[in-house]
């Protein structure tokens, strides 16, 4: 089992601080570090000191980790043209010597676009499937060939389909819980298919629904890995859990009952029943950010026993 380290940055981080959290999650062992791709904050938070960019704070990652993963926990489709990504996502992959994953989405949530000036079309996810086809399309492309891709919402000609990235596959992660063009979009494209926020229940249909997709097309559902992300809230008796919970505004029960809350033995119980429905690997979404101590408690308790 992969454990990861997921971050909400535009809840309220500077650079400084996810860097911190980068370097402890590589100190500690975990397998790679994630962000989240928004421009506004959620909920009664205050998101100081404002948003940082996921392709520019990783691209800084990039440089001053030497060891883990680095992605994103989703990419929106809305913010980057599918060509300028492709180039930025390769970059950001030579600069960490080939450590970059991209997680890539539909886009979600309108009140950011509003905010920064960044159209919201209706027609997300036909263009997230045009998005995919070109990014992967230009990866694809061997050197001195040319790429070409006439779409409803994107058009390239003759592109060079430069740089490549570092990696010979940069892995490509779809996630979500549509019922019926997610999991076959999935199926054509993904190296991983991640669950975000789900019960045991609704992540087995999921991937279920996956599997049969890509049994469909001709693939070998073992191909993709799967994954999910839950809240962590880990404390080493009741006092610290409650104190984690307080400190993100949550209540315990609901995380015992929504994320991985609790004991450390509590939290590898339910990663068990994650694991039992063919989840390898685990992303941690870590909201309190100055607390690299609760980092240290997973490695140490939760890490070890996996």
Known sequence: MDLRIFTEPQQGASYETLLSVAKATEEYGFDAFFRSDHYLKMGSVDGLPGPTDAWITLAGLARETSRIRLGTLMTAGTFRLPGVLAIQVAQVDAMSGGRVELGLGAGWYEEE????????????????????????????????????YDGAYYQ????????KPAQAKVPVLL???????????????????????????????????????????????????YSNALVACVGRDDAEVARRAAAIGRQVDELRENGLAGSPAEVVDKIGRYAELGATRIYFQILDLSDLDHLELIASQVQSQL
Request: charged share 25%.
């Open 175 to 225: 996630g979500g819980l549509g019922p019926k063009r997610t999991p076959a979009l999935a199926a054509r494209y993904a190296d991983e298919f991640n669950i975000p926020f789900a019960s045991v229940a609704d992540s087995a249909a999921q991937f279920d629904r996956v599997r049969a997709a890509a049994t469909e097309i001709g693939r070998d559902p073992s191909e993709l890995i």
């Open 113 to 148: 676009h509003t905010a920064y000036g960044i159209p919201f079309p209706k027609e997300k996810f036909p263009r997230l499937e045009e998005q995919l086809a070109i990014v992967t399309g230009l990866w694809e492309t061997q050197p001195g060939d040319t790429f070409s």
């Open 156 to 163: 390239l000609a003759d592109s060079p389909a430069l740089p």
